[in-house]
């Protein structure tokens, strides 16, 4: 079957011209790089005309980034490939017969992890248009973040069922993962190793001729679709992982009395001889797209691909599973640190104005989806609290006003609560916050260890942070 398709690609040429489905903070950087590669000559972003999202078009081919938050060298290169003509953003999808490659980066969320069903309807909506108007010889590779088993089976079955053609005889299919983190995207693309894999080896090879001119440090892993789908979630489910037991041991540190930023330290030390302790930070709670959903695309993989069940300890939790739940509850960890603050100085946290300071996931950064700061919202307003929410780059978000003016925040607040690490809060001056505050004990809790302890307690806040042990029973001042 595969000589047929051999044939077709060498009929049709190398890769010249593609297409990026998605113009989020995935496909957005992978078009423009794609357009600025020597080796292609143009590149559709492809961005439906919707009332949230049909906006990006116009930015985009005006040269401007519809992302939030510092990019480096994003707006630059979007701008160049719009002046040189080679990228434009459309919402016609019949381009794609133009397309020599077409790529999806589409996002796969759950609607509820409990059930592991992903809701894919975005990513099959994506597929459908296609497989509408997918001409032999075209490759098409899926960078979403996909439950294994989905390349091969519902991906393929879709386009097949559009086309009425065959992938592996007409046209080519493969996974290439994303592994992007917002704020150093052209980075991450250009020097990340990129893993690809194809429904077969010609679809494979294929697959990597396409992303090999976009790479200037990172290097071609090559594999099957199966073993790249979970190469991508179990990557991002060990990183969840590491997360959870840094979490765990952060509040085994509060309840000892201990600064685990001292034992972070010490364990991280041990290097040499092939040894290292990799320990990562904890904090008020996992967010972003990714390790928010990752964890349940490789549970249903398994439940997907696999003949019969995995051999497992029976009556065990799953221990991705037991991760997920614990990064989950910092939020909730939060709303106790808050409530215990407060009691110190006999308040209640009914009534009281609760200033949330970080609305995004991510330090530095408007991304905002699946963000811990909603959930310690939510907790609060169920515990009778007033809560008001800054971000200097989330400037909008649906059903939460976030405000931009800092000391609109802190003007009265009874805690002052500290959900993501951007530079602007680092510099926060703990004496004017106290004076902006008015209270004669206001709280502060440190989800993100960027206040200096001493400072804060030292200019009048009773202090509780995640992990410090060693601080949050000090005495009051």
């Known amino acids: 079957m595969s000589e047929n398709l051999q044939r077709l690609f060498r009929e049709r040429g190398p890769v010249k011209t593609i297409g990026v489905i998605g113009m989020g903070y995935v496909g957005i950087p992978a078009a423009v790089l794609f357009a600025d590669a020597p080796e292609f000559d143009f590149v559709y972003g492809f961005q439906r005309d919707s009332k949230n999202s049909g906006y990006k078009i116009g930015m985009l081919n005006a040269g401007e980034s519809p992302l939030k938050g ?57 597929i459908r248009n296609v497989g509408h108007y997918l001409t032999p010889g075209t490759l098409v590779v899926l960078e979403s973040t996909i439950t294994p088993g989905t390349t091969m089976g519902m991906a393929r079955e879709i386009l097949e069922e559009e086309s009425g053609l065959v992938a592996g005889v007409d046209f080519g299919l493969a996974h290439a993962p994303e592994r992007v983190m917002v704020g150093r995207l052209l980075q ?99 967010g972003g797209h990714c390790l928010t959903k990752d964890t349940y695309h490789l549970e249903r993989g398994v439940q997907v691909v696999a003949a019969e069940p995995p051999d ?52 530095n950064s408007g991304d905002a989806r699946n963000t811990p700061s909603e959930m310690y919202r939510d907790l609060c307003l169920g515990e009778g609290a007033d809560v008001v929410v800054h971000d200097p780059y989330v400037l909008t978000y649906p059903g939460v006003p976030i405000l931009q003016d800092a000391d609109a925040v802190l003007d009265g607040a009874d805690v002052v ?53 060693d601080k949050n029973g000090h005495p009051l001042v």
């Open 312 to 363: 497992y300890p029976e009556g065990r939790e799953s221990l991705f599973l037991l991760a997920r739940g614990i990064n989950d509850f910092m939020p909730s960890h939060m709303l106790k640190l808050t409530k215990d603050a407060l009691a110190r100085v006999g308040k209640d946290i009914l009534g009281a104005k609760i200033a949330v300071l970080g609305w995004a996931f991510l330090n």
């Open 70 to 126: 510092e990019e480096p060298g994003l707006e630059d290169l979007i701008w160049k490939v719009v002046r040189e003509q080679k990228f434009v953003c459309t919402a016609d999808f019949s381009k794609i017969r133009e397309c020599d490659a077409v790529t999806l980066a589409i996002q796969t969320p759950f609607a509820d992890p409990k059930d592991l069903i992903p809701d894919f309807t975005p990513l099959t909506d994506g």
């Open 188 to 286: 991450n693309i250009r020097e990340y190793d990129r893993i690809v894999g194809g429904i077969d080896d010609v679809c494979t090879t294929r697959a990597g001729e396409l992303y090999g001119p976009i790479l200037t440090k990172g290097e071609l892993i090559l594999m099957s679709a199966t073993a790249a789908e979970v190469t991508k979630t179990a990557e991002n489910t060990f990183r969840d992982l590491q997360i959870a037991a840094v979490n765990e041991l952060a509040l085994y540190c509060e309840a000892m009395g201990i600064n685990v930023y001292d034992v972070r330290t010490g364990v991280a030390s041990l290097k040499g001889e092939g040894v290292t302790r990799a320990i990562l930070w904890p904090g008020a709670g996992v």
């Open 417 to 469: 609560a500290i959900l993501t690490g951007h530079s602007q809060y680092r510099e926060l001056d703990p004496v004017r916050c106290c004076g902006m505050t008015g209270q004669a004990y206001p709280v502060v809790v440190d989800g993100r260890n960027i206040a200096d302890p001493d400072a804060w307690i030292a200019a009048g806040f009773v202090y509780k942070g995640i992990g410090r042990g």
